[in-house]
């Protein structure tokens, strides 16, 4: 059976060792040096985003006795499942740089301070400074799921019997805002309302000299008022640890640097839009539009604009050997043209009422193609955390490693780097980034408890200087598919019982993996192409030794594996002579 659950002798054994025993992948470890130490006792706990992650930890740390406070730049819980008819303001064309990308950062000079604005003040509208703060979700009206329901579970709260495979984004929003309520951190709960701070957005992130063991965060909090202007108050509030959810709202619209795209953009705004935008096919009824990207978003936009549109067509790069990219292609709606990657665009003609159909598309093959009404950017996110001062690092590009006097975050954007297995910053461990699903058993609470406990002293964290000699470096998996997430989930399970051991309180239970796995091989096998289906029952391991895992660059602990690519057999099961040699090399730039 792939990826069965964590054999229960394990647990058993372990706890009739007691705590005598060493707890698994310490047993190297000699004394306390050997483990991170907390600076300072960790009370006051800040979580950044409240989607389901957000919730998730928030509910975790209270529980464990933290004294929480979770901020939300949006009205209401939800995430990037908030759905709303409002837009964000247009996306940047070019791409503004990585620091800022998402947002510019609003910090008065003194604090605390409040301003009322109106319509018209420094030449901009009440609506436009609300969407600006809000960044409201890429989320379409008509947006379904692309895992069955069984995965898109929040903890204690399951779905109505009868629930069709696919959910309706509404579906989600509502299970999501049910989780919330019952937690008592939804928007009008008085339960925990000194908790939860809505329509409030984080502006700085920082250690201010003088107070290294503290972290001072700057908020921005909106409060529209009835007479249709705007009340905005800025403050500062002081914590041990921040926690930043697993959403959207901090990824920035990425446009792809096309010739000639930033002028046509200026041009005909209205025209030439990110995905991001998109949220009624009605909007574009008797138009011929481009999508450019063929990843989920756009053959969910592609499809849903069948019956509106009067032409859709898909432009992607050349046929690709992916069998993921080649299984999207195939669920396209057989309406639905594809065309080469653009490669650019044609000078502006100087025509005084120009439209897009006057622009001229060269396509990889050298073909040029005219005649579209509106361009659908389809080319995804970057992520950008504007709030986090000084982990910025624009210069390294790719997965390049250089020598730095600070170990950044966040690069090009692409992913996030210099953490730990667990999301903790090695560095300093006071900052967690969630890295896993909280809709999919284990994983996500296994996290939130995880760091509750580091926190509160009663789990360990290696040493940095351990924790950066097991970093596997920026490398990262190229996408969370649930076959390969299930090792998180095992991971951080093992890690928590052994801890659990060694400082007590009641075990967790393994994720449900079997069940799990069985659900998603019939449900990968009724919705996508035979060869998906083949790589997912590729030989990935369960019951097999580690040392079949995977690449595991001599490392030998195993409570601080990760996962770097699949073994050149595994994908030969999938690819033939052509299989790349590790899982990394496998492009998944869709």
């Known amino acids: 059976m792939l990826l069965s659950a964590l054999p229960l002798a394990l647990f058993v054994s372990c706890a009739i060792a007691g705590a005598s025993q060493q707890p698994l992948g310490h047993e190297n470890f000699d004394s306390a040096e050997d483990y991170w130490q907390l600076p300072n006792e960790i009370r006051r706990v800040a979580v950044i985003g409240a989607g389901p992650a957000g919730l998730l930890f928030t509910s975790t740390f209270i529980k464990h006795g933290f004294e929480v406070r979770m901020f939300e730049r949006s009205p209401n819980p939800g995430g990037v499942w908030h759905y709303t008819d409002k837009i964000p303001i247009p996306a940047a064309f070019p791409n503004r740089p990585i620091e800022t990308m998402a947002y510019i950062p609003d910090v008065p000079e003194h604090m605390p ?3 009322i604005y109106k319509d018209g003040d420094d030449g901009l509208t009440v609506d436009w400074r609300i969407r600006e703060h809000w960044l409201p979700s890429p989320t379409w009206k008509n947006m379904m799921s692309t895992e069955p329901h069984q995965f898109m579970s929040l903890p204690d709260i399951g779905h109505p019997k009868n629930t069709p495979w696919k959910l309706h984004q509404m579906d989600l929003n509502r299970h999501v805002r049910q989780y919330a309520s019952s937690l008592g951190l939804n928007a009008n709960d008085e339960e925990h309302a000194n908790v939860t701070s809505y329509w409030t957005r984080v502006e700085r992130v920082e250690k201010i000299p003088g107070t290294e063991k503290r972290w001072t965060v700057t908020l921005r909090k909106l409060t529209p008022l009835r007479d249709g202007k705007l009340e905005v108050n800025w403050w500062q509030e002081e914590f041990d640890a921040v926690v930043l959810g697993k959403d959207s709202q901090n990824d920035a619209a990425w446009v792809p640097p096309i010739p000639g795209l930033d002028e046509w953009a200026h041009t005909l705004p209205k025209a030439i839009i990110h995905s991001h935008h998109y949220r009624h096919p009605e909007d574009f009824t008797n138009k011929n539009v481009l999508v450019l990207g063929g990843s989920f978003s756009g053959l969910g936009i592609a499809n849903d604009l069948i019956g ?36 650019g665009f044609n000078p502006r003609p100087l025509a005084s009422r120009e439209t897009l159909r006057d622009a001229s598309l060269v396509l990889a093959n050298g073909t040029i193609v005219t005649g579209f009404d509106t361009i659908i950017l389809a080319t995804g996110f970057r992520k950008s955390f504007p709030f986090l001062v000084g982990y910025h690092n624009s210069t390294i590009k790719g997965y390049d490693e250089p020598e730095t006097e600070v170990a950044p975050i966040i690069t090009d954007g692409t992913h996030l780097r210099s953490l730990h297995w667990t999301g903790h910053y090695i560095n300093d461990p006071t900052l967690l980034f969630c890295r896993t699903i909280a809709f999919r058993d284990g994983a996500g609470p296994h996290q939130a408890i995880g760091a509750a406990r580091v926190w509160a002293g009663k789990a360990r964290l290696p040493s940095t200087a351990r924790m950066w000699k097991i970093y596997p470096g920026a490398a990262r998996l190229p996408h969370e598919l649930p076959v390969l997430s299930q090792m998180r989930p095992r991971l951080l399970a093992t890690w928590l019982n052994n801890e659990i051991l060694e400082f007590g309180g009641p075990l967790v239970t393994p ?17 996508y192409t035979p060869v998906v289906s083949q790589l997912y029952d590729a030989d990935i391991p369960a019951n097999r030794p580690r040392s079949g895992w995977g690449v595991w660059d001599g490392r030998e602990d195993e409570s601080d594996f990760q996962l770097r690519s699949l073994t050149h057999r595994q994908l030969s099961s999938v690819y033939g002579d052509e299989a790349p040699e590790h899982w990394a090399d496998l492009s998944l730039n869709w």
């Open 113 to 115: 301070a409040s301003r």
């Open 308 to 343: 509106h549109a009067r032409t859709v067509t898909v432009s992607t790069r050349e046929k690709s050997s992916n069998p993921f990219v080649r299984a999207i292609h195939g669920m396209f709606h057989k309406n639905v043209t594809f065309m080469p990657e653009v490669k």
């Open 511 to 527: 994720p449900p993996v079997d069940e799990m796995m069985e659900t998603m091989r019939y449900y990968i096998a009724k919705e």
